[in-house]
């Protein structure tokens, strides 16, 4: 039986038909990403891409029915937290309580599934979250459905290089890394840390830059590709002992092409690092070259062959929490346990028809009280009684005119006070601003650019307290009031003497109202 991993990565998705061990097709196409379409082109790309995939079915004679996605980073929330060893019945709420402090969104717009490696040792639970936009992974059956294809899994593809690892013949016993990249195709860049296959940390980066000039040759953005991933190595490694002091990496697992391996090499022997390159003609067969998009699809295919000790499964988890609902409100069960007794039926007549007339009891005063403050109004002629129709109608548009200026005045006038005095109880301890602006631009659209810092001798921590001023500045009912979309919009360290402090922006917009 066939089975196809489909890759959809940054730029490309990669499909892989494959039979046992073997590929039997492997095809790259171009991926027009419905999450960054623009507004009007979204019906569009979704046709494009429907059209694309299933003329690659046809011209490639696919004949798997069964399928498993992978998908980058980009896409999900992947979080590891600690949480006090609890008993399974109270584990879910509270994970979903922890979970609200790592992610700058509200836990019902996820699709999620979690796992746990417990430690009795020390009477703790490792938690590992997955989430997923609900409209994201809509979009993803959607393509399944119009595909005809049975989708058992939707996996985050740093644990599908996992599966990879193991069809090279290597372990992934202890604490072990992998980094898996490439240089020649724009993909994401991934960095995970693994203990006994369960997933500690994992940071996706792309190496694409932005050219330095017109003349930037293919050498020098080769060159500055190579540097910006010794940074991104080396940033993911500090904050992963930042996070992990006591849990040392045994061995870091590379997944590349052979043409960067001697550069990498040589900087992995200046920091320590021991690094192992895996083969990956020997998972791929010979006669294909590598590519990051190939390797993720290729063991995403591998899905039922090679099992991981990762169960994280967002379809499954989908299904689950719809049961559920259905489970918990039985409205027909209800219905066919209720029994209709005229006496009640005419006694909510009266009890109805008794708060109407009272109703109408209240309201009588007040509108005779209305009528008569009307009568007693000054009558201002505002028109002579000679006046033709279009005297009258240009009069009457003169005085609309005027009453649409003054109204728009009256509401689109933004007063700062309000927002601005809910800043300083949103700040968390260590967090303090140094310099915000606040721009009302072309259009009506205001935007508040809020610039801090924070010192809590601990990166992880200040990490945490930028997130926690966000979702406060979120939960506040006037701020948000004002300003309806409220982002990071950059965080990271920088030295302070012999310490290190975080930085960050966070952007508030509030967009005018369409008319």
Known sequence: MNYLGIYFGIKDINLVEVSGKKIVNNIRLPHFSLAVAELEEKVPAEIKLMAMLKDAFRTNRISAEEAFFCISGQDLVIRTFEIPLLPQSELK??????????????????????????????????????????????????????????????????????????????????????????LNNEDEANFTVFENGFSLFSRDFILTGEPASFEQTVEADSIAKREKLKNEIQVSLDYYNRKFPEKDIKNIFVVSDKESRSELNSFFAESSLPVKFVETQKALGKGLGYSSILAKSFSAALFKSAPLKIKINLLEARLKSGKTVTEGWKPLALLESFKLDFKFIILGIVVCAAVFGYGLMRVKPVQEELVEIKSKRVKIDSAVGGDSLGELSALGAKYKKKIVTLDNLVKNQLYVTYPLDAIPAALPKGVWLENFSLTKKIGGRTELILSGQVYLENGEKEFESVNLFLINLKKDPVFSKYFKEIRISSVDQKPAGDKSLTVFTIVCQNFPEKK
């Open 93 to 182: 709420s509270a994970v979903n309580f922890e979970a609200k402090k790592y992610i700058p969104f509200k836990l019902e717009e996820l699709d999620y599934d979690f796992q746990v490696l417990f430690n009795k040792k020390n009477k703790t639970s490792l938690v590992l979250f997955v989430g997923i936009k609900k409209e994201i992974l809509t979009n993803y059956i959607s393509i399944s459905k119009q595909l005809n294809l049975k989708v058992d899994i939707v996996e985050y593809s740093a644990f599908s290089i996992l599966r990879f690892l193991k069809l090279a013949g290597l372990s992934d016993a202890g604490v072990v890394a992998i980094l898996c990249y490439d």
